[in-house]
DNA sequence: AGCCGAACTGTTATATTGTTGCAATCCCTC
DNA sequence: GAGGGATTGCAACAATATAACAGTTCGGCT
């Protein structure tokens, strides 16, 4: 696996030695347990830096010697999300680490097709245009999905000069 | 499979044949081939009136005697999809008909978890909002998926009223 | 320390959703 | 009515996700 483009600058190890420091602070507040299973499974999907499959999961924990069946995965996977560890894309059936852990955030993902890096936007104002339509119809909500799939400034200028 | 609470004062019959009588219309203009098998499963997901999944097309399909495999009912449903007659929920894994065939708009969907209807939400607040954050980062978008799950008006009522 | 109950993990099997590849058929155009 | 692209039939299979149950670990409590 390649670490895409955009994140060939930046010191990757260390970013994600940050967001696994993060993790386990905010496990340890809420007193959630972040075993040895989910906290592989959480480095290994920050390591790649790009939405990885449950079963490219699965794969990396075999390969770790590391005997594993679907439900371990799965089940890694769902505590994470409760914990707002991890964001699942439902677009491309796979998981990526999340920024934003701890601060209360909608995910609203620029998932680009080229290189498939995902960014996660915050700013306020898509979520903001949700809620009031929504509740302009009247309707509770209880979660929301934004997904937007397209091609990232870097994927665009290489195509140009391609 | 029982009409949902929201639709049952409607002339449903007529508003399923209004979908079809728009679809073939729509196909003809842009010379696509609205064959049989493709407006019978248009007809079966506005019948239901909610999201459907392939498999339950396919089985709907199986009961009127057609010979049908899962690849049958996967292309009906791309090229559905490639003219705009339907949408798949990602959140769902799952097909509704869209009511606003042939007009251009960004599918932004109201799921309701208990009596399981969607909403198409029309309005361009959202998908301008989205458009505003994507090009403030440089990003070109493909394609746009917002599903809004949570509880319609009438079923929080139901559930107040219990 | 030792016990209890809850949470976590291992394991097998299975369900659900979606795709590939190739042959046969249909339908439009010339 | 012959050629060629689109459509369909069909069989196999790939990818994603869950169910059910047994065993194990962990933390709180006495």
């Known amino acids: 696996m390649t670490t895409p ?7 990757h190890a260390h970013c994600v030695e940050h967001a696994l420091a ?18 592989r499974v959480l480095q290994l999907i920050w390591q790649s830096h790009q939405p990885l499959g449950a079963y490219e ?3 990396a924990l075999s390969q770790d010697g590391h005997q594993a069946a679907p439900p371990t995965v799965y089940r890694a ?3 994470l999300q409760q914990h707002g560890l991890v964001h ?3 677009s491309l059936n796979a998981f990526v680490g999340c920024p ?21 936007l915050t700013g ?9 339509q929504s509740q302009r119809q009247g309707f509770r909500i209880d979660h929301v999905i934004v997904e937007i799939s397209g091609q990232c400034p870097a994927c665009q200028q290489a195509a140009a000069n391609s």
Do not use: M, W
């Open 100 to 120: 934003h852990a701890g601060r209360a955030h909608t995910g609203c993902f620029l998932i680009c097709q080229t290189c498939r890096n995902v960014l996660e």
């Open 5 to 11: 483009l955009p994140y060939r600058q930046h010191d």
């Open 22 to 39: 993060d993790a386990r602070e905010i496990c340890k507040r809420s007193g959630a347990r972040l075993t040895p299973i989910r906290e």
């Open 57 to 59: 999961l699965l794969a």
């Open 124 to 132: 306020k104002e898509i979520s903001a245009a949700i809620e009031q």
């Open 77 to 79: 996977l769902d505590f």
């Open 88 to 90: 699942r894309i439902a």
